[in-house]
């Protein structure tokens, strides 16, 4: 049973260009969950997905974020425009349902230059 | 969820036991005590969770007081690979909750 799988596991976007990071849950996990850690700080919480369903985007920024979980395929965090100020390491975990422990990926490293 | 309290960094020598303490003064009767590592900038680790009873696995044993307002999680024999940031956080039992993470404890294992 393959772990959560993230790719890229490196992105490099310039300024204004759109970056979307995938995320596979592992097998049976209908629960994903989207995190940001900016170089040397914690994990921020950014939106929690079932199926089809955004559960809680509270961590979300208003503007040029936005996730989606499919019912066939991988979670997609998508960044338009973005920023310098969205370097960071995005990380995705999964569950079987909410209320089980999480696993995580490797996370994507994006960088904007 | 309920908030946690931890101490931001401890050191170990390699071979001791690891006691990482977390207080959880409000916690709820439905809030389990979750416990995760963060080695160097890698993806968190699950190590293991509980909700009034002790529990171990093959990673460690976490201990939740009788009043369940604080808990510790042991690593038995810390090893050099077990440097890493530990998050102990809170979580309810009921509906589908993400997970919060704190400023966790840096915890170094020394030579």
């Known amino acids: 049973n393959a772990g959560v799988m993230q790719n890229p596991r490196h992105l490099v976007r310039r300024r204004g260009q759109e970056a979307r990071l995938r995320c596979s849950p592992m097998k049976g996990h209908s629960h994903v969950y989207w995190y940001r850690q900016l170089p040397e700080e914690g994990l921020k919480f950014m939106v929690y997905l079932q199926k089809e369903n955004i559960i809680d985007e509270s961590g979300m920024p208003k503007e040029r974020f936005s996730a989606e979980f499919p019912k066939e395929g991988p979670s997609i965090l998508r960044i338009q425009q973005v920023v310098r100020g969205d370097s960071a390491a995005y990380f995705c975990?999964?569950?079987?349902?909410?209320?089980?422990?999480?696993?995580f990926g490797q996370g994507t490293r994006l960088t904007v230059v | 969820d309920a908030k946690t309290t931890q101490p931001t960094s401890m050191d170990c020598a390699e071979g001791r036991a690891a006691n990482l303490p977390c207080n959880h003064s409000?916690?709820?009767?439905?809030?389990?005590v979750y416990w995760y590592r963060q080695i160097h900038s890698q993806g968190p680790q699950y190590i293991i969770h509980g909700l009034k009873n002790n529990e171990t696995n093959e990673m460690a044993s976490l201990i939740i007081t009788e009043d369940r307002k604080s808990s510790t999680l042991i690593l038995p024999h810390a090893t050099l690979r077990d440097t890493a940031v530990y998050y102990c956080?809170?979580?309810?039992?009921?509906?589908?909750?993400?997970?919060?993470f704190g400023t966790g404890t840096r915890l170094t294992v020394i030579p």
């Open positions: 975990a999964s569950s079987p349902t909410g209320r089980n422990e999480a696993f």
């Open positions: 956080i809170v979580r309810s039992s009921t509906g589908a909750n993400n997970l919060f």
């Open positions: 409000t916690i709820s009767g439905n809030e389990y």
